[in-house]
């Protein structure tokens, strides 16, 4: 079947800076059908409670789901309270922690408020996997897991290093991928989509579908965002992440500390600009016609806009410029967390590494060489509420950003 030019120009957009595409082909074919047949495709997205905040990393595929809507598609939002008690496996070295019911349910409280921020609630069917797995009777599960042979799960990389290194493998991650492919099944996906780390469970989701007599789904999988070490993707495990509940001023500061280099992915995939908007200011970046400050600076502020409202964004550079640029600070300033909500002055610049010792901790603080929020401390015995996060400045040029890690 040749495509229309409808389906085409659907195809070309909702396809647009998706790693996988399984199969371009098929996913084609769904869109022309949809349109012959005047039939909103099924969208499928799955998100694990296993901590209560979204963050921007998130966003990569919720920002996609929201161009399907545009096209009049139903985006599929599943809840994963069943699952997440398990844990993804995806890019675990080690057997991950099992949540309690009660720990799930208080994280998933916050996922619907959050994801409709992006998504058009009107165009989106909530569902919790403990609809249909926490029914599952034995029987039921012994025939799930026939459908798979270990082998096959043990070439997922995962698993498979994990093999090969002889760390455990609990037999309750084996039955993850299974779990969450029986969902699509459940749902009747016709596209799946998620990160590159999910692609093998989004695929044992096509092989279910078989099984149980449904067309196999599409499949979409976009990048991993690297979070604000700019090395690992963004993970709140990892305290490297932007939530979406952080509040305007400390998420345009986070996005200010974000290194040079990613400052062109987190345009294309996280902004909410256009491609054409996107591609004007990388070429900006790279004529240095736009300095990688003001990029950040605009970023900053549009990223605060999307989750605040455009007042808060402006509000936000505002006093991010009068802290930092007109007091000549500067932009990039690394950011450390304490397990502990009080800590006293002399051990936090030791470990933070301002100061070799404590014994010079204390002389800097004496000779008035050590600010709080740009305050000067003169007590050595001082201790700090880490309670909101703080600046320290130790000397003329070392400074550092120290948040409670538990916030």
Known sequence: MSLSQAALDQLKILTEG?????????????IEQSLQK?????????????????????TVALRKLSQFQDYGHTVVFIIGDFTAMIGDPSHRSQT???????????????????????????????????????????????????????????????????????????????????????????????????????KFNLLVGRELQKVWNQKPQS?????????LDGVQKMSKSLNNHIALMDCPREMFGKVMSLPDVLMERYYRYVSGLSSVEVTRIAQQIKSGELHPREAKAK??????????????????RREFDQIFRDKGLPDEIQTFSFAQQEIDIVSLLKEMNLVPSKSEARRMIEQGGVKVDQIKVTDTA?????K????????????AKVQYAGK
Not at 382 to 386: D, E, F
């Open 382 to 386: 001082r201790v700090l509420s880490l």
């Open 18 to 30: 998706a790693v996988d595409v399984i199969s371009e082909q098929e996913f084609g074919l769904l």
């Open 219 to 227: 499949v979409l999988t976009f990048p991993l965002i690297e979070g």
């Open 388 to 399: 909101n996060p703080i600046l320290i400045q130790c000397g003329k040029r070392k400074f």
């Open 96 to 198: 991950r922690k099992m949540l309690s019911a009660d720990e799930v349910k208080q994280n998933a409280a916050t996922y619907q408020e959050q994801v409709f921020k992006i998504l058009d609630k009107n165009k989106t069917e909530v569902r919790y996997n403990s609809e249909w797995l926490s029914k599952m009777t034995a029987a039921d599960f012994l025939h799930l897991t026939s459908q798979y042979t270990v082998a096959r799960l043990l070439e997922r990389d995962d698993f498979q290093k994990r093999f090969t290194s002889k760390t455990p493998i609990a037999v309750v991650e084996l039955m993850y991928p299974l779990l969450q492919g029986y969902d699509s099944v459940k749902v009747e996906s016709d596209l799946e989509i998620g990160g590159t780390d999910q």
């Open 299 to 316: 970023l900053g502020e549009q990223i605060v806009s999307l989750y605040h409202s455009k007042e808060k964004g402006e509000e936000a």
């Open 38 to 58: 005047n039939k909103p495709l099924r969208i499928k997205y799955g998100a694990d409670p296993s901590s209560p905040d979204l963050h921007l990393g998130h």
